[in-house]
């Protein structure tokens, strides 16, 4: 069985084959989920940093800003996850401890090279945790068609007002009362807001599917699911909404990956508050 969006602890171990990717990160101390990777992680688990390999750099080769996390280059994480032994129909499992973001980063980054087989640890892993190195066979896979969508800036001005653009951001940084990570403060004209936290339920799992329907549904209106777009700060949180959506039943939408960081540093872009 293939799991393509939320994989629970029990269904992890009951995959003997599972290539599985430690995602764990801290934006305020980059080299955070590195150490706790080295002082315990799950059985057979592969760290991926997030500056390094599920991001590129964050300016062109022109000079733009492009944002705090770019896309990285398609080739260059093929060849990480190849390096991994990711091959055609290989279940991907990827995790972190902080409700998923890093992990939906790289489930909607597996989903761009074309791999539907991945899916985000659901809840705390209640396993044994271990300090060795992995092991990795190589493999030949080779990136397919993305099976999501993503839009640029220039894009998305031209069609505020005609998507609904969710921002994921919490809610004090959307209205703009304060910016700890980006130089100007507020939300992009026309954002509604939802906190990715607000995905999950006290548990710290992902809400029950009827509720993430209903909710996003309530959110949407009158928009279609594929004339959604998302953004946090820098296309990292806004990845969660993206799942959540997703395992929801509600396919489509599509990420700004440039996001707050990219467009706030603009000055030609408009910028809202409230």
């Known amino acids: 069985m293939a799991y393509q969006t939320l994989i629970?602890?029990?269904?992890l171990r009951a995959l003997p084959d599972a290539l599985i990717l430690d995602c764990r990160f801290e934006l305020t101390d980059p080299t955070a989920g590195a150490r706790a990777h080295a002082e315990g992680h799950i059985p057979g688990a592969h760290y991926l940093h997030l500056d390094d390999d599920l991001a590129g750099p964050r300016r062109a080769a022109d000079g733009r800003f492009l944002g705090r996390h770019p896309l990285p280059d398609r080739d260059t994480l093929a060849a990480k996850l190849r390096a991994l032994g990711l091959r055609a129909g290989r279940q991907v499992a990827a995790y972190d401890t902080q409700g998923g973001p890093y992990a939906a980063r790289a489930w909607w980054l597996l989903r761009w090279l074309g791999h539907a087989e991945v899916a985000v640890l659901d809840g705390a892993w209640d396993g044994p945790w271990s300090t060795d190195t992995s092991a990795a066979t190589p493999s030949d896979w080779q990136p397919g068609e993305p099976l999501v969508g993503w839009v640029d800036a220039d894009a998305l001005?031209?069609?505020?007002?005609?998507?609904?653009?969710?921002?994921?951001?919490?809610?004090?940084?959307?209205?703009?009362?304060?910016?700890?990570?980006?130089?100007?403060?507020?939300?992009?004209?026309?954002?509604?807001?939802?906190f990715f936290k607000d995905n999950l339920g006290a548990d710290g799992r992902?809400?029950?599917?009827?509720?993430?329907?209903?909710?996003?549904?309530?959110?949407?209106?009158?928009?279609?699911?594929?004339?959604?777009?998302?953004?946090?700060?820098?296309?990292?949180?806004?990845?969660?909404?993206?799942?959540?959506?997703?395992?929801?039943?509600?396919?489509?939408?599509?990420?700004?990956?440039?996001?707050?960081?990219?467009?706030?540093?603009?000055?030609?872009?408009?910028?809202?508050?409230?």
Not at 164 to 183: I, S
Not at 220 to 230: G, I, M
Request: aromatic share 6%; charged share 20%; hydrophobic share 40%.
């Open 8 to 11: 629970t602890p029990d269904q």
């Open 157 to 194: 001005q031209r069609q505020l007002g005609r998507v609904r653009l969710l921002d994921a951001r919490a809610g004090e940084r959307f209205r703009g009362e304060v910016e700890p990570l980006d130089g100007q403060a507020g939300h992009i004209p026309g954002a509604s807001h939802r």
């Open 206 to 274: 992902f809400k029950p599917t009827a509720q993430l329907r209903a909710e996003f549904d309530a959110l949407l209106a009158p928009f279609a699911q594929d004339q959604v777009v998302h953004q946090c700060g820098s296309g990292v949180t806004a990845c969660h909404n993206l799942l959540a959506m997703t395992h929801a039943g509600l396919d489509g939408a599509l990420l700004y990956p440039g996001s707050w960081s990219e467009w706030s540093a603009d000055p030609a872009r408009p910028v809202a508050r409230g």
